[in-house]
């Protein structure tokens, strides 16, 4: 069964910047980072297929956000620069065969509920300050 597992939350300055990384058990899946805030619906952030291409990044991620992976396809990144207090959440990543909800999540912004086709991790909090 895929396990994941975040790291890398902190609490930052504005304008600062983190580096959150998730290790999986396994590969072969569609891998990306979301996020939420208490009382607002889970959020995409980035995201890229079982190959490692068609990155897909949410408006607010352009410019200043980068998801990376390893070459043993087991680790992935977001590296978050120009951090600002919006970007305070718990941030998620998530694996998922085949692709389909993260499409839907990424390019219609349609990621509730989520999916049993859908692994997640136990999530990392980013706290921003100003």
């Known amino acids: 069964q895929m396990k994941l597992e975040e790291s890398g939350g902190d609490s930052v300055q504005a304008g600062g910047s983190l580096r959150l990384s998730c290790s999986a058990s396994?590969?072969?899946?569609?891998m990306g980072w979301f996020r939420q805030v208490p009382g607002k619906e889970r959020e995409g952030v980035a995201s890229f297929d079982v190959n490692g291409g068609n990155l897909k990044y949410a408006d607010f991620a352009k410019g200043r956000f980068t998801i990376s992976r390893e070459t043993t396809k087991r680790v992935w990144y977001l590296q978050m620069n120009s951090l600002n207090p919006e970007d305070t959440a718990m941030y998620y990543c998530a694996a998922e065969l085949g692709g389909s909800w993260f499409r839907r999540c990424m390019s219609r912004g349609d990621c509730t509920p989520s999916s049993a086709t859908v692994t997640w991790g136990q999530g990392t909090q980013v706290t921003v300050s100003s």
């Open positions: 396994e590969y072969s899946y569609c």
